[in-house]
C-alpha cells in the first residue's frame, strides 16, 4: 500500500471561499511536494460518509504525494444522512447554488489559492459520490476535464418532481430502483437544461463503473447512465470496443466513441459496495502523467 507523505494531512479550510449556499464543508490533502500547476481531484464521499472517512478509505491522496496533485473532500452539510444533494433545482443548474455550486467555489480557491491547473480538474466517487460527480460534470462542463463514477445514477435521475427548488433531501425510490427510464435523447435533454448557455460546446470525458447485483441503486442505472453520457457526449450507443475482465475478472469494460471518451464498466456478480479501482482512474485521468497531460478541451 501507498502511504502518505509525512507531515501532509487532511486540512479543513474555514477561509471564505465564495458562493457556499449549502455550507458544504471543505476539506483539502495538499502534499508536501507539489507538481508545477498542480491538477485537481474532488472525491466527494458516500451516504453517511464523511471528508474524513473519504481521505483514508482510498489510495488517492498516497497517490498525491506521488504524483503532486491535490485532492478536495468535501464534507455534506446533510446530517440526517450525509448524502448529496442531487435531487434540488438549485444543485442541477449550473451557478443555481445547492452542494454542486460549494464544491465547484471549493475548486475556484484551490486552483487560485495553489496556481493550479484550470484546465485539469477532475472528480471521482462513489454512491452518493458517484451521483455527485454525475451532477458536477453535468452541470459545470467548464470546470471539470473528466469524472469517474462508482456505483451512481445518471444525471437529474434523483431530481425531485414538480417545483424542486429547495428540496435537498430527497429520496428517489423510483431511481434507485431502476425504474427512471428516458431515451438517450430525454436524459441529453436534462443535461443540457442544466446550463443552457453552455450549448454545444466541449464536454468531459467520463468512466462509469456499476455491479450486476447492486442492492442500492438497482444495475438498471448502469444502462440508463450509458444512454444519457453517449448522447450527451454525441457518439454512438453502439461500443467502439469491449474487453473482458478488466480491470479485474468477471468485470466487462465497453468503450464508446474515439480516445476511450465514455467508459462503462459492468461488474459480474458486485453488489453495492464496488471496490474503486484507483489505477483505472488514474490512468482515465492521467493524474499520473509527466507532460502531454490530459486537459480540459482536448480530444
Given at each position: ?248 475478472a468477471g468485470w466487462t469494460k465497453t468503450v464508446y466513441g474515439p480516445n476511450d471518451w ?38
Amino acid at each position: 500500500l501507498l502511504g502518505v507523505a509525512r507531515g501532509a494531512s487532511l486540512v479543513q479550510i474555514k477561509d471564505d471561499i465564495g458562493a457556499n449556499p449549502t455550507k458544504v464543508g471543505f476539506y483539502i490533502f495538499v502534499p508536501d511536494k507539489l507538481a508545477a500547476k498542480p491538477a485537481v481531484l474532488v472525491n466527494p464521499h458516500w451516504c453517511h460518509g464523511t471528508a474524513s472517512a473519504a481521505y483514508s478509505g482510498s489510495q488517492f491522496a498516497a497517490l498525491a504525494s506521488r504524483h503532486g496533485f491535490i485532492v478536495i473532500y468535501p464534507n455534506s452539510p446533510h446530517s440526517a444522512d450525509q448524502c448529496w444533494d442531487v435531487s434540488s433545482a438549485e444543485t442541477l443548474t449550473h451557478g443555481g447554488g445547492g452542494d454542486s455550486q460549494g464544491i465547484v467555489s471549493m475548486v475556484k480557491w484551490t486552483l487560485a489559492k495553489y496556481g493550479g491547473d484550470a484546465s485539469r480538474v477532475f472528480v471521482t466517487g462513489v454512491s452518493s459520490g458517484a451521483m455527485m460527480t454525475n451532477v458536477l460534470v453535468g452541470a459545470y462542463p467548464d470546470v471539470f476535464a473528466a469524472g469517474s463514477a462508482f456505483s451512481g445514477v445518471p444525471f437529474g435521475c434523483f431530481a425531485a418532481p414538480g417545483n424542486n427548488s429547495g428540496v435537498y433531501g430527497y429520496w428517489s425510490d423510483d431511481c434507485a430502483k431502476g425504474k427512471v427510464t428516458h431515451s438517450p435523447a430525454e436524459w441529453a435533454a436534462l443535461v443540457a437544461a442544466a446550463y443552457p448557455a453552455y450549448g454545444s460546446a466541449w464536454r468531459p470525458k467520463l468512466q462509469v463503473f456499476h455491479g450486476t447485483r447492486d442492492e442500492v441503486l438497482d444495475y438498471a442505472n448502469f444502462g440508463e447512465a450509458v444512454k444519457e453520457w453517449t448522447a450527451v457526449l454525441g457518439l454512438a450507443a453502439t461500443p467502439a470496443a469491449t474487453a473482458l475482465n478488466t480491470p479485474v475478472a468477471g468485470w466487462t469494460k465497453t468503450v464508446y466513441g474515439p480516445n476511450d471518451w465514455f467508459e462503462a464498466y459492468s461488474a459480474a456478480g458486485v453488489p453495492h459496495n464496488i471496490q474503486v479501482q484507483e489505477d483505472t482512474v488514474m490512468a482515465f485521468f492521467q493524474l499520473n502523467c509527466t507532460s502531454a497531460c490530459f486537459s480540459w478541451g482536448q480530444g
